[in-house]
């Protein structure tokens, strides 16, 4: 059975951090592609950011240069790194592999 897990979410001020955890099981993830979808209050997905197998990784414009994705392979973990967060940040995170979804991890971003 795949599950993906996430957490780390949270309140935070604007300009500050959290890193986001999924951990992964179910299925090879060394030779998964893993991705960070999120969704804003009454918005809809808005894809973040991706990494491969070979750890090559890609953002949305509007995270690149602040947020920063990883993965260990020994713990089946993906993290996303965010930094210099803003209020627009502010929304469910979800981790996401070969269609399948977490439960997500709210992420408030607000003074």
């Known amino acids: 059975e795949v599950q993906l897990v996430e957490s780390g979410g949270g309140l935070v001020q604007p300009g500050g951090s959290l890193r986001l955890s999924c951990a992964a099981s179910?299925?090879?993830?060394?030779?998964?592609?893993m991705s960070w979808v999120r969704q804003a209050p009454g918005k809809g997905l808005e894809w973040v950011s991706d990494?491969?197998?070979?750890?090559?990784?890609y953002y949305a414009e509007s995270v690149k240069g602040r947020f920063s994705i990883s993965r260990d392979y020994a713990k089946n973990t993906v993290y996303l790194q965010m930094n210099s967060l803003k209020p627009e940040d502010t929304a469910v995170y979800y981790c996401?592999?070969?269609?399948?979804w977490g439960q997500g991890t709210q992420v408030t971003v607000s003074s």
């Open positions: 179910g299925f090879t993830f060394n030779n998964s592609a």
């Open positions: 990494i491969y197998s070979d750890s090559s990784t």
């Open positions: 996401n592999a070969w269609g399948y």
